[in-house]
């Protein structure tokens, strides 16, 4: 059984996506990898609090 996630794409502006990738040099990862790791994560935990 092959498991599947969705898939979502995002505009940025230059400026985010400059410090996106600013801080995933920081961590020695990708802007996908940081994304998919800590920032989507993160985003899913606060919304559960509210």
């Known amino acids: 059984m092959k498991l599947t996630m969705p898939k979502f794409m995002q505009t940025l502006e ?12 920081q961590r020695g990862i990708t802007v996908q990898e940081l994304i ?6 993160e985003w899913l935990q606060k919304e559960k609090k509210t």
Do not use: D
Request: proline letters at 6%.
């Open 14 to 25: 230059e400026e985010i996506h400059n410090k996106l990738i600013e801080i995933a040099k």
């Open 36 to 41: 998919r790791a800590v920032i989507i994560p």
